[in-house]
């Protein structure tokens, strides 16, 4: 009598943990298999640009420690990034998009959460054209607005980031859930606010940087100017110096910039420089 429940009771265990070693398992398996696939799609992308897009991009911080010591040389090897601000619009981005697939070169978008939003599925499919076609996407804010960013001319640190985080929302609503940079360009330029030692002391921690530039085609300053006369300016500007960061725009009213854009990336060729990005 006692030997047949103990048989029984060891049966059902034996049963119980057959069948649960095969849940555990099976578990298992979709967790490896669940796993696999995120990696995959992570594999997509590298920071700040698609995986293949790798070969053009250069270290963004390297390049911010050679501009904040306003040191421009570079053994002899000439780089130029060329560099987009405020959009994307639904009318000057795509022109600058055809100009820059044209020839061959790849440039750094820094891009708003609003300028995303306000395109609506246009814009979003700009941004997504961006990445695919091997620029580097970096953040501009979500606002752009300098009295949230910096009221009283001087950083709020918990609005810039809160704000900055918003607009990584958005790209991520448009791009998945796996992209992301370590990007920034402060609007209006770290250069020109109060306060900024928080920043950087954020950026520093959480792997980030942000980069100005030393070189702008002015298309965003002084009398509004044709693009023959960007040109010219685009040119003086970068004279003499090996690495260029070039600062345009990309956003409403920006039209002359798309029409410059071939003389510029012509004069870059002609001197001789590689276009990178910045990641
Ligand atoms: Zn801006």
């Known amino acids: 009598m006692n030997k047949k429940i103990i048989i029984a009771a060891l ?5 119980a943990g057959g069948i649960k070693t095969a849940s555990y398992l099976h578990e298992q398996k979709m967790i490896k298999i669940e796993q696999e696939r995120i990696e995959a799609e992570k594999k997509k992308y590298m920071i ?4 293949d897009a790798k070969q053009y991009s250069y270290d963004a911080k390297k390049i911010n420690e050679k501009l904040s010591k306003f040191d421009y040389s570079n053994d002899g090897k000439k780089m130029v990034f060329l560099t987009f601000d405020d959009g994307p619009s639904t009318t000057v981005t795509p022109e600058i998009l055809e100009t820059l697939k044209e020839n061959d070169v790849h440039a750094t978008f820094f891009v708003t959460g609003k300028a995303l939003k306000d395109g609506g599925k246009t814009s979003e499919e700009l941004l997504k054209q961006e990445l695919e076609d091997g620029h580097a996407i970096a953040s501009h804010s979500y606002s752009h607005d300098y009295s949230k960013l910096y009221p009283k001319r001087t950083l709020n640190l918990n609005n810039f980031t809160s704000d900055f985080e918003q607009a ?9 859930k796996y992209f992301s940079t370590r990007v ?5 330029g770290h250069m020109s ?3 900024m030692d928080a920043l950087d002391e954020y950026l520093q921690e959480n792997n980030m940087v942000s980069i100005d530039w ?3 085609n002015k298309d965003a300053e002084g009398p509004k100017k044709n693009a023959a006369q960007l040109v010219e300016v ?11 960061v070039l600062l345009m725009h990309d956003t409403y009213g920006k ?8 003389d510029i990336i012509k004069y870059f060729k002609d001197n001789g420089y590689e276009f990178k990005t910045l990641r």
């Open 11 to 15: 049966a059902v265990v034996l049963v």
């Open 168 to 176: 990584n929302q958005e790209m991520k609503r448009i791009l998945g």
């Open 184 to 188: 920034i360009r402060c609007p209006g």
């Open 48 to 51: 700040g640009c698609k995986n």
């Open 234 to 244: 685009a040119k003086q500007q970068s004279k003499d110096k090996e690495i260029v």
């Open 193 to 195: 606010w109060k306060g």
């Open 255 to 262: 039209e002359e910039t798309a029409k410059a854009l071939p």
């Open 214 to 216: 030393n070189s702008l």
